[in-house]
C-alpha cells in the first residue's frame, strides 16, 4: 500500500471552503478506532469530507504513549495532522485542504470540532462517555447539514448498533479490507475446465525433462492463472502441475513430485492428500522465496513446514537454521509476566512447535537414545524468536515461519516480510477463520493482504489446506462445532 506524500512544514495548508450542506460530498466522523488502526485514514475518503471530534482528539492523546503497535499509529496520525496544519495562518474551525498533504489522494477537507455541539440523546446514554458524545455530535451535525449525508465511521460494533438506533448513518471501515468475502480469496489451485486439453489446447506441446513431465500452451494465459499455481483437471484426477512461467504468451506447466510415495518422503514425512502434496512441492523449491499456506485446525500446515525446513537445514544444507516466531495474541486471560530468556519466554507459545517436533524426532531410528538424538539435533537448528524483536534485523540463509499470521496487520506483515535477506525463505501459516487481534477480520487480515498482493509474483506461492488429518476427532470436530 502506498503511504501518502507527507505535507512540510514550507508548505502553506489551504483553507477549505465552509461545511456546507453539499449533499454530494459526504461528510464522515471518524471514531479513534479508525485512526488507531489505520494512521493513514485521513486520506482515504476520496473527494469526501472528514469531522474529527474533540472525543477523539483526547483519546488519541491518551493512547500515545508505549511501544505497542496502536501506540505508534497514533504518534502516526499526531505527525499527520501536524503536518496537514502546518503554519496556517487561518483558523483551525475553517478546515483544511486535503489534496496537497495527501499527494492528490483525497480532495476532501479536514474539519476539526471547534466548540460544543450536541444534541440530546435518550436517558441511558451520559454525554460522560466518549462514545456517546461521539453520538450525540453526529446526531447534531446530521440536523444541522441535512439533506447532506453524516455518517459515523467506526471498527466498534456495538457503537455503529447504537447510532443507527438512534436512526444515525453507520458503517465499519472498509478500506482496510482487501477482500469483502473471503470466499474470494486466491485458493493457489487453479481447475481446467472439462474437455480442455481437447477442445481449447490444440497447441499443446509435450515433452520430458529433469524427470519431470512439461507442458504448453496458449490457451493458459496469465489473465487465467499466476506463476506458481497449482493446476488440476477435470477430466483426470492424476493430473497435477505447477505454472512455472509464461514464455510468449503461453504458459509453461511442470508436473509436480508425488510427496505421497515413501521415496519422496520429507524427513520421514508424506503427503496425506492433493493440498498436502502442492505445499510440500512449493515447500521444498528453492526458487520460491514467499510460501503463504491456510488451513484449518489439524491440516498439517506447521508439521509439513517444519519438515521441509529440517530437511534442507540439515539434509540439503540449503539454510542454515530455522526460525520459528509467532503473533502473542491469547485465546483466554494474559497469563502475566514470564521470567528468563526470549526463547523461555516465548515457550508457552510455542506448544505447537514442540508437538511437531517430537513427531519429527519419532521418525527417526535408534530406539529412545536415538530419539533423544534427534530431539537435540533438531533443537540446535531450530531457533525461537519473538515477533516483538525484528524491526531492524535481516535474516540470511534461513527458513523463517511465521505461524498464527492470521493476527498480523497488514503493516505488521509488511516489515516481517521485508526481514529477509538474501537466501532466506518466508513460510507464514494461518486460518483466517481464528483471528484473535481486535479490530481485524478476515478481509483486513495481514495474511489476506499478504496472499491477495504478493500471488502476481514468480517467486511466491500459496496453498489452501482443505482437509483435516490430524484425527477423526478433530476433523468432526472442526466441521461440526
Known amino acids: 500500500m502506498n503511504e501518502p506524500r507527507k505535507a512540510t512544514r514550507r508548505s502553506r495548508p489551504k483553507k477549505a471552503t465552509k461545511v456546507t450542506r453539499n449533499a454530494e460530498r459526504k461528510l464522515f466522523v471518524l471514531d479513534t478506532n479508525v485512526l488507531m488502526h489505520d494512521p493513514t485514514a485521513l486520506f482515504r475518503f476520496a473527494e469526501h469530507d472528514i469531522y ?31 503536518a496537514i496544519i502546518g503554519e496556517a495562518s487561518h483558523e483551525i474551525r475553517d478546515g483544511y485542504a486535503l489534496t496537497e498533504p495527501s499527494g492528490g489522494m483525497a480532495t476532501g477537507c479536514l474539519y476539526f470540532q471547534t466548540e460544543a455541539i450536541a444534541s440530546p440523546l435518550p436517558p441511558g446514554l451520559p454525554l460522560s ?57 486466491y485458493s493457489g489451485i487453479y481447475e481446467l475446465p472439462p474437455g480442455f486439453w481437447e477442445t481449447r489446447a490444440p497447441d499443446l506441446k509435450a515433452w520430458r525433462a529433469d524427470g519431470f513431465d512439461w507442458w504448453q500452451t496458449k490457451a493458459l494465459t496469465a489473465a487465467d492463472c499466476y506463476p506458481n499455481e497449482f493446476v488440476v483437471s477435470a477430466d483426470d484426477p492424476s ?71 529440517l530437511a534442507q537445514t540439515l539434509d540439503q544444507k540449503i539454510y542454515s537454521e530455522v526460525i520459528f516466531t509467532r503473533a502473542t495474541v491469547p485465546i483466554g486471560e494474559d497469563i502475566g509476566f514470564l521470567p528468563g530468556t526470549e526463547e523461555e519466554k516465548m515457550a508457552p507459545w510455542m506448544g505447537a512447535l514442540e508437538d511437531n517436533l517430537e513427531v519429527l524426532a519419532g521418525n527417526g531410528e535408534g530406539g529412545a537414545w536415538g530419539r533423544g538424538a534427534s530431539i537435540e539435533l533438531i533443537r540446535a537448528k531450530v531457533k525461537i524468536k519473538s515477533i516483538n524483536f525484528m524491526r531492524g534485523r535481516t535474516f540470511v540463509r534461513k527458513y523463517l515461519v511465521l505461524d498464527e499470521a492470521q493476527n498480523l496487520t497488514a ?27 481486535p479490530y481485524l477480520t478476515e478481509g483486513s487480515s495481514g495474511l489476506t493482504y499478504l496472499v491477495e498482493r504478493m500471488k502476481g509474483w514468480a517467486h511466491s506461492g500459496h496453498v489452501t489446506l482443505a482437509r483435516g488429518e490430524r484425527s477423526r476427532l478433530a476433523e468432526a470436530a472442526a466441521e461440526r462445532l
Open 411 to 437: 503493516k505488521q506483515m509488511r516489515t516481517l516480510i521485508t526481514r529477509a535477506g538474501p537466501g532466506t525463505k518466508v513460510i507464514c501459516l494461518g486460518n483466517l477463520a481464528q483471528i484473535d487481534t
Open 129 to 185: 462517555q466518549n462514545d456517546n458524545a461521539i453520538l450525540s455530535l453526529v446526531k447534531a451535525l446530521s440536523e444541522q447539514f441535512a439533506p447532506r449525508p453524516v455518517i459515523l465511521v467506526s471498527k466498534d460494533i456495538n457503537l455503529r448498533i447504537k447510532a443507527r438506533a438512534l436512526g444515525l448513518l453507520a458503517q465499519d471501515y472498509r478500506n482496510d479490507k482487501l477482500l469483502e468475502d473471503t470466499d474470494l480469496l
Open 239 to 309: 493430473f497435477e502441475a505447477r505454472v512455472v512461467r509464461f514464455e510468449d504468451g503461453a504458459a509453461v506447466l511442470k508436473s509436480v513430485r508425488d510427496f505421497r510415495h515413501e521415496k519422496n518422503a520429507v524427513w520421514g514425512i508424506t503427503a496425506r492428500n492433493r493440498e498436502q502434496n502442492f505445499a510440500l512441492d512449493l515447500l521444498m523449491d528453492p526458487e520460491v522465496d514467499l510460501v503463504t499456506i491456510l488451513g484449518q485446525a489439524g491440516t498439517g500446515k506447521t508439521l509439513l513446514t517444519l519438515a521441509a525446513g
Open 52 to 82: 474529527l471530534p474533540l472525543a477523539t482528539l483526547e483519546e488519541l492523546d491518551q493512547h500515545k504513549k508505549g511501544l505497542s503497535e496502536v501506540a505508534r499509529n497514533v504518534r502516526q496520525v499526531s505527525r499527520e495532522l501536524e
